[in-house]
């Protein structure tokens, strides 16, 4: 699994747009991207994946640099239910290995 | 449609007692994985399962602890002779298949105090 490197805090206002980057420059061509959020003590929940282009869903938007080395998920409007620890996991077949994720938190 | 199943939900256990955690994948999903969270840490890996079959246990403690997935029936992540550092939430997911391009789907976890 490649390893990632995520800050490990953030901040954003309410309704604005939170940009969480990650670095994964020993990504391989083969493994996703994929992104989790835990909202505090609750199970993790999927939020996005991708593999080169970028994705976008009813949550968030990914965006995935050509090499592949960094990403960055984008919540267009923000609000008080996305504070949560979203984690940035770079996987192939098997198991998603964790790391210790940015801890997000909207201002009101 | 029901999504991945964990019970107990909350589980106390004395030091040297066994600890039994049931997870059921979402229908339709035969991949199974554990993942142990220890108060204000990460989650970690711990075994990935299908039907019958252990795929990758690397995570999982020497000791005391094993995991199965029946044909039929939940998965059980059993832990034998509990101590006070097992107390953590341990969480289940469980996906379609193993390819890149599935996500797991979590369960709300099973919270466990040894006291």
């Known amino acids: 699994d490649a390893k990632t490197t995520q800050p490990t805090s953030m901040d954003c206002a309410e309704g604005r747009a939170a940009n969480l980057p990650c670095n994964h420059s020993t990504i391989s061509g083969n493994e996703y991207v994929y992104w989790y959020r835990q909202i505090h003590s609750q199970g993790p929940q999927y939020i996005i994946h991708g593999l080169k282009n970028n994705e976008t869903n009813e949550m968030a938007s990914l965006i995935i640099t050509e090499d592949r080395k960094s990403s960055t998920l984008i919540l267009p409007h923000a609000t008080l239910r996305d504070t949560a620890v979203y984690y940035c996991?770079?996987?192939?077949?098997?198991?998603?290995?964790f790391g210790q994720g940015t801890r997000l938190t909207i201002n009101p | 449609n029901a999504g991945v199943m964990q019970n107990p939900r909350h589980l106390v256990r004395r030091r040297g007692q066994e600890a039994r955690l049931r997870c059921s994948p979402m229908k339709g999903h035969s991949h199974v994985y554990w993942y142990r969270q220890l108060p204000e840490e990460g989650l970690k890996f711990m075994v990935y399962l299908q039907k019958e079959n252990i795929i990758d246990e690397s995570g999982m403690p020497k000791e005391r602890f094993s995991a199965e997935f029946p044909k039929e029936g939940p998965s059980i992540l059993r832990i034998q002779q509990v101590v006070r550092g097992d107390s953590a939430a341990y969480f289940c997911?469980?996906?379609?298949?193993?390819?890149?391009?599935?996500?797991?789907?979590f369960g709300s976890g099973t919270r466990l105090t040894v006291v």
């Open positions: 997911a469980s996906s379609p298949g193993a390819r890149e391009a599935y996500g797991y789907t």
């Open positions: 996991i770079g996987a192939g077949a098997q198991k998603l290995v």
